[in-house]
C-alpha cells in the first residue's frame, strides 16, 4: 500500500468468496453519505458480487438483483441509503440526471459498476477498486482513493 497527504493505493488478491466478503465488509465499515465507490472490471470479474458483500454487511438481506436492467437499485440499510448503480447501457452521461445520480449522494453513498460512464459526474474523491480476473475465482483488485480509505484497507491489507 503507498500512500501521500490526499491518496493512496493499495492490491489485494481475492482467492475466495469469503475474501471478497471481507474486503466488501470492510468497505461497508468505511461507508459515509455522499461516498462513491467506483467498481471497474470486465465482464465477469466480480463488480457486482462485491457489490452485494459491501450490501450485506450493511444489513441487506433478501434479493439484491443487478441494476443491469433497471440501471439503478436502491436499498435502505440501518445505517446509510446506499443506491446500486449500474452503467452498462447509459449511452450519454445525461442520463444520470434522469436517474437523479447527484441527489443519491446528497441522501446516502452510490455503489457504481461501470464509472468511467459517468464521466465528469465521477466525484474526485470516489473511491476507485479495479478488479480483474486473475485465473479461475481468483481475482486481484487495484484499489485507489482518497487519503482517508486507508486505514480501512491496511487493516485488511493484514489478513490476504
Keep these: 500500500m503507498t500512500t501521500d ?21 470492510r468497505i461497508a465499515g468505511g461507508l459515509a453519505q455522499g461516498d462513491v465507490v467506483a467498481l471497474r ?4 470479474a466480480g463488480k457486482t458480487a462485491l457489490a452485494r458483500t459491501i450490501l450485506q454487511a450493511l444489513g441487506v438481506t433478501g434479493s439484491m438483483p443487478s441494476p443491469t436492467f ?11 441509503l446506499v443506491h446500486h448503480y449500474d452503467l452498462y447501457r447509459i449511452e450519454d ?3 444520470l440526471e434522469e436517474l437523479g445520480f447527484e441527489d443519491s449522494l446528497s441522501d446516502g453513498a452510490a455503489l457504481i459498476e461501470w464509472p468511467e460512464r459517468a464521466g465528469a459526474a465521477l466525484p474526485d474523491d470516489a473511491l476507485h477498486l479495479t478488479l480483474t480476473i486473475a485465473e479461475g475465482d481468483v481475482r486481484q483488485v487495484a484499489i ?3 487519503h482517508r480509505w486507508a486505514a480501512v484497507f491496511h487493516e485488511l491489507a493484514k489478513d490476504f
Design 93 to 95: 452521461v445525461r442520463e
Design 5 to 25: 497527504s490526499q491518496r493512496f493505493t493499495a492490491s489485494l488478491r481475492l482467492e475466495s468468496l469469503e475474501e471478497t466478503a471481507r474486503l466488501g465488509a
Design 70 to 80: 433497471t440501471l439503478v437499485q436502491s436499498y435502505e440499510t440501518p445505517r446509510l
Design 144 to 146: 485507489a482513493g482518497p
Design 41 to 44: 472490471g470486465d465482464l465477469g
